[in-house]
């Protein structure tokens, strides 16, 4: 069987397409799940039943290194910045406490016995 190429959409038609789906075109627009739906499609994409189950993804060793000097760059180039740049005392007196905790439990789990 001969393979075709394969055809990329340009940026104008994909606008276009975009502008087609927007508001009130959209297929769901104003419509919303009910709690019993998403309780039954969680059920149905559980377990064997998830397209993904027991398939394993892994990235090798040579690209895990580029996606982790990807994100370096990323950070020094300022693309990505912490949630918590420049900010000080995030955390309550009791949230840190309680960080602190967990972490000397995980350290030393009979510590607090």
């Known amino acids: 069987m001969k393979r075709t190429k394969r ?3 340009t940026e104008e038609s994909k ?4 502008e087609v789906k927007l508001g009130k075109n959209n297929p769901m627009y ?3 799940r009910t709690e019993e739906w998403k309780r039954n499609h969680s059920k149905l994409m ?3 039943n998830n397209p993904n189950y027991g398939k394993h993804y892994f990235h090798t060793e040579e690209s895990k290194l580029k996606m982790s000097e990807s994100l370096k760059k990323g950070y020094e180039m300022g693309k990505y910045v912490s949630w918590n740049k420049g900010k000080h005392n995030v955390y309550s007196e009791e949230t840190r ?9 995980d350290i030393l789990p009979n510590k607090s016995d």
């Open 97 to 105: 406490r309680k960080l602190s905790e967990t972490k000397i439990n």
């Open 46 to 48: 559980s377990g064997k």
């Open 15 to 18: 606008r276009r397409m975009s």
């Open 7 to 9: 055809r990329h959409h």
């Open 30 to 32: 104003g419509k919303h």
